[in-house]
């Protein structure tokens, strides 16, 4: 029992783990920021290049000439296709566009044109050349964002803003109809009054009312006249019949 308590102590005592846990002390940082020598940075400030000032200072001499911008074939296309939209539009509505479905895109689409009203994606790179020599310069300052324009040969505005009420992605911003700019709050003013026809009809009856009036007004007094001597004529004709009956009465 004594050798084998013996051996086991030695055995124990020879033994090591398989694995072992060593730590290690981190490193020290010695690379901190240290102040550039004043030596060295009167040198890098003697050393520095300086250009040579020009002998004409840039301000007096005249300005280089505009290089000629040359239009890419198909952004000329697009004015042209704009210029020919606005030319033969009588309405041209400024909206702001938020992101759509392409399947709400094709159903505004489908509502308006059944007003005869057409939704057209504009760049405002290109519409702002184009607005700048037209009638329509009072837009400009709409075009900042995403914009679509919403035309039209004719000037549907209460059907416009009855079909934009349900499409709350398309926001309108101003408008061109017939050569008068109009803001949002006007565009909805125009939009509650009565249409052209009705317009007229009220001007014509109110004209025909007057002409009317004035007609009488001016045929009253002639016929006043017609009556009175009518009476007078006919006084004067039964006027001898009366006086021997009198005279007779009298004597």
Known sequence: MAALGGGGTRWRRAWLPALQLLRRGSKAVTRHWKAMHFQRQKLLALTEYLPPRPAVPPRCLPPDSPREHREDGYARVLRRQAEQTLRDSRMVAVCHYNPMAEEDVATLRHYLRRHNIHLKFVLNEVMRPVLAQSRYRELLPLFVCRNVLLVSPEAPAREMLRVLKGVPQVTLLGAC??????????????????????????????????????????????????????????????????PPGRGAGNH
């Not at 009054?193 to 009036?213: H, I, N």
């Open 177 to 242: 109809i017939d050569d008068t700019i109009l803001s949002r709050q006007g565009v909805e003013k125009l939009a509650r009054l009565p249409s052209l026809e009705a317009s007229r009809g009220q001007t014509v009856a109110a004209l025909s009312l007057l002409a009317s009036q004035t007609s009488s007004l001016l045929q009253r007094a002639p016929a006043h006249l017609t009556a009175l001597l009518d009476r007078h004529i006919r006084e004067l004709r039964g006027a001898p019949e009366h």
